[in-house]
C-alpha cells in the first residue's frame, strides 16, 4: 500500500477531515472520517482505502460496505462476499466481519455512527462456533445449600454480593471479573421441569443474532432465544447483556 500517495488524495479531497493510518498487526488500511459520529451520535461516513481489515464486530452499529473503486473480499460470519466497483452489502449488528483488497476504496456508512467503544475484536481463543462470538460471562452454581455456600464465598472466599432474592433462592456475587450466581437447586427445578447438570452463562454481541445462527445450525432450545440444551440435557444462556 502506498500510504503516502493515499493520504495525499485523501487530503485533497476532503480537505481537514481527520484521516487514520491502520497498519497494525494483521491490518493495513487508511481511513478518513468524512461525517464522524462525534457530530451526529446517530450516523457516520467514512471513507476505507483497504488492503486487509482485521476482523471484528460491532454490538450497535449496522453498517453498509460501498465499493467506489477496486474489488474487496468481505468475510462476513464465515462466509465469503466478492464486491466489485459500485456494488454494496450490509453487515448487521453482531456479525463479525473483515475485508481484504487491493487499495480498494470503500465508503461505509455506519447507523448509528462509529464510536471506538463499539469495535470488538476477536481473537483465536474466542471462536466457538465459526461466524459467532462468545464471552464467559458467569459460573452458575445449583446448590441445596444455599445459605452455606452464600456464607461460604461471602466470607471464606472473598466475593461481594451483587444481589440476594432468598425467598427466589438466588444470589449474584463478583470477584473482580468474575460473576457469579447461587441458584437454590430445589427451588430451580421446582419450576423448571429440567434435570440439570450445569447451567453455563456466556455473553454475545447480538442475542438476535446469535439465536438465529444457532437456530439454523439445528441448536435445540429449552426457551428461546436465550436458553439452549445441550445433548446431555444441561443448559447453556446467552444473553447480549
Same mark, same amino acid.
Given at each position: ?11 485533497k ?8 493510518v ?17 457530530e451526529?451520535?446517530?450516523?457516520s ?21 460501498y465499493?467506489a ?6 468475510? #462476513?460470519?464465515? /462466509?465469503? =462476499? !466478492?464486491?466489485?466497483e459500485? @456494488? ?5 449488528? +453482531? ?9 480498494t ?34 459460573? #452458575?452454581?445449583? /446448590?441445596? =445449600? !444455599?445459605?452455606?455456600?452464600? @456464607? ?5 472466599? +472473598? ?21 457469579l ?33 444457532? @437456530?439454523?445450525?439445528?441448536?435445540s ?11 446431555d ?5 446467552i444473553?447480549?447483556?
Amino acid at each position: 500500500m502506498n500510504s503516502k500517495k493515499i493520504i495525499a488524495e485523501l487530503k485533497k479531497q476532503y480537505p481537514g477531515k481527520n484521516i487514520i493510518v491502520n497498519e497494525e498487526k494483521g491490518a493495513a488500511e487508511i481511513i478518513c472520517e468524512i461525517d464522524p459520529a462525534s457530530e451526529h451520535p446517530t450516523h457516520s461516513l467514512a471513507l476505507a482505502v483497504i488492503d486487509v481489515s482485521k476482523e471484528h464486530f460491532h454490538k450497535r452499529s449496522a453498517e453498509i460496505y460501498y465499493v467506489a473503486k477496486g474489488k474487496l473480499t468481505l468475510q #462476513i460470519n464465515g /462466509t465469503r =462476499r !466478492f464486491l466489485k466497483e459500485n @456494488e454494496w452489502w450490509v453487515i448487521e449488528p +453482531g456479525q463479525l466481519h473483515s475485508a481484504r483488497g487491493e487499495e480498494t476504496w470503500v465508503y461505509i456508512y455506519s447507523e448509528p455512527g462509529w464510536t471506538k467503544d463499539d469495535h470488538y475484536f476477536q481473537t483465536k481463543a474466542d471462536k466457538g462456533l465459526p461466524g459467532l462470538s462468545f464471552d464467559f460471562s458467569r459460573h #452458575i452454581i445449583l /446448590t441445596s =445449600r !444455599f445459605q452455606q455456600m452464600l @456464607e461460604f464465598y461471602q466470607q471464606a472466599l +472473598g466475593f461481594q454480593l451483587k444481589s440476594v432474592d432468598r425467598a427466589g433462592g438466588r444470589a449474584e456475587l463478583c470477584l473482580s471479573n468474575l460473576n457469579l450466581s447461587l441458584i437454590d437447586k430445589d427451588k430451580f427445578l421446582k419450576n423448571n421441569k429440567i434435570n440439570n447438570r450445569q447451567i453455563l452463562s456466556f455473553k454475545v454481541a447480538s442475542l438476535d443474532t446469535t439465536y438465529k445462527q444457532l @437456530e439454523k445450525k439445528g441448536v435445540s432450545f429449552f426457551k428461546k432465544p436465550n436458553l439452549i440444551l445441550d445433548p446431555d440435557n444441561n443448559l447453556v444462556h446467552i444473553s447480549d447483556r
